[in-house]
């Protein structure tokens, strides 16, 4: 998608022009340059004459989200105020790049967290020695050009419909939390997010996750609960 804005020509006492003309009489050349600010990587823009008088419509765009520098000239000299700070971020989810860990698991009936042996699975080396009691799913929604889409974006969220076809099942579906090494502060992942879900019924479902309408990478996915801690009564 272009990132449009416009260029109006004025004289040195910024009064608008009704024509833009170089010392050849011709039209002024324009010209645009978008520099990314972590690596200096460099992309051409297009420019073209306005529809207002003494005006050109400039326009560039780029697959990467971050933190650029857009340099507009006239005539190989500055315009007033370039370069010009620009940061672009990710498009809405995409279900064909939006991916998703952990949902093809095998989890025990149980209580969730009120069941003590939750977490007994894992041996002192942290391997499983049996099925968890929760299931988990960890989602990665990214742009149609795969960049991860922004933390706090709140329609990456939202546009990703997840459902599980399990009876009485207890969900939490958030944004996955990290510390952010500059601030120390703790912030949302970009793109990350995470299910969460147990029952106490035992069967064979499937987890749903879509946005507008269409699956994402590997979706249904297929979870099994097994039976639950052997009760003696």
């Given at each position: 998608?272009d990132?449009?804005?416009?260029?109006q020509?004025?004289?040195?006492?910024?009064?608008?022009?009704d024509?833009?003309?170089?010392?050849s009489g011709?039209?002024?050349k324009?010209?645009?340059?978008l520099?990314?600010?972590s690596n200096n990587?460099a992309s051409?823009?297009?420019?073209?004459k306005?529809?207002?008088?003494g005006?050109?419509?400039?326009s560039?765009?780029t697959?990467?989200?971050?933190?650029?520098?857009?340099?507009?000239?006239?005539?190989?000299?500055?315009?007033?105020?370039?370069s010009?700070?620009v940061?672009?971020?990710?498009?809405?989810p995409d279900?064909e790049?939006t991916?998703?860990?952990g949902?093809?698991?095998?989890i025990?009936?149980?209580?969730?967290?009120?069941?003590?042996?939750c977490?007994?699975?894992l041996?002192?080396n942290?391997?499983?020695?049996?099925?968890?009691?929760?299931?988990?799913?960890?989602?990665?929604?990214?742009?149609?050009?795969?960049?991860?889409?922004?933390?706090?974006?709140?329609?990456?969220?939202s546009?990703l419909?997840?459902?599980?076809?399990?009876?009485?099942?207890?969900?939490?579906?958030?944004?996955d939390?990290?510390?952010?090494?500059q601030?120390s502060?703790?912030?949302?992942?970009?793109?990350?997010?995470?299910?969460?879900y147990?029952?106490?019924?035992?069967?064979?479902?499937?987890?749903?996750a879509?946005i507008?309408?269409?699956?994402?990478?590997g979706?249904?996915?297929?979870?099994?609960?097994?039976?639950?801690e052997?009760?003696h009564g």
């Amino acid at each position: 998608v272009d990132n449009k804005f416009d260029i109006q020509c004025k004289d040195k006492y910024t009064n608008n022009l009704d024509k833009c003309l170089g010392p050849s009489g011709q039209l002024a050349k324009v010209g645009i340059v978008l520099k990314k600010k972590s690596n200096n990587q460099a992309s051409t823009g297009k420019s073209e004459k306005g529809t207002g008088a003494g005006t050109f419509s400039g326009s560039y765009s780029t697959a990467a989200t971050g933190a650029y520098l857009l340099r507009v000239t006239l005539e190989n000299v500055d315009v007033i105020g370039s370069s010009f700070s620009v940061t672009l971020d990710p498009g809405p989810p995409d279900p064909e790049r939006t991916t998703a860990e952990g949902s093809a698991i095998a989890i025990r009936a149980s209580n969730g967290e009120t069941d003590k042996k939750c977490d007994s699975y894992l041996d002192p080396n942290n391997k499983p020695v049996g099925k968890p009691c929760k299931g988990l799913t960890t989602f990665f929604t990214r742009d149609q050009f795969g960049n991860d889409c922004a933390a706090g974006f709140t329609s990456g969220l939202s546009a990703l419909k997840v459902s599980i076809n399990m009876p009485s099942a207890s969900t939490s579906f958030v944004y996955d939390k990290a510390q952010n090494t500059q601030t120390s502060k703790t912030e949302d992942t970009p793109g990350k997010h995470t299910l969460t879900y147990h029952t106490k019924t035992n069967g064979k479902y499937t987890l749903s996750a879509t946005i507008k309408g269409k699956h994402i990478k590997g979706s249904p996915f297929n979870v099994f609960v097994d039976y639950g801690e052997q009760f003696h009564g």
